[in-house]
């Protein structure tokens, strides 16, 4: 039995994705190979920007609800009737 990778097409990438991947790689401090190495394993994932800033308005709406839990929070009657 063989352990030989099962054969596949060449990756061919235009100019600038390869720009893309190489400033990606040079980011992490990390080469093209290990950059890809890493996805592989899943020592890295790639999220697309708009999920990203979803997660990030969650973790932001939670951390307000916490903090207005923790401090406690003012009925709008009570404001009302100090405005009066």
């Not at 060449?10 to 990390?30: K, M």
């Not at 190495?37 to 990030?56: F, H, M, N, R």
């Not at 973790?59 to 401090?71: F, P, R, V, W």
């Amino acid at each position: 039995m063989s352990n030989s990778f099962p054969s596949c097409d060449p990756l061919i990438l235009n100019d600038e994705v390869w720009l893309g991947v190489q400033s990606v790689a040079e980011s992490l401090e990390v080469s093209v190979p290990e950059l890809l190495g890493k996805i592989s394993s899943k020592q890295l994932i790639v999220i697309e920007a708009e999920k990203l800033e979803d997660l990030l308005d969650t973790i932001d709406g939670l951390e307000g609800l916490l903090s207005a839990k923790a401090e406690a929070t003012v009925s709008w009657e009570d404001v009302k009737a100090e405005l009066d």
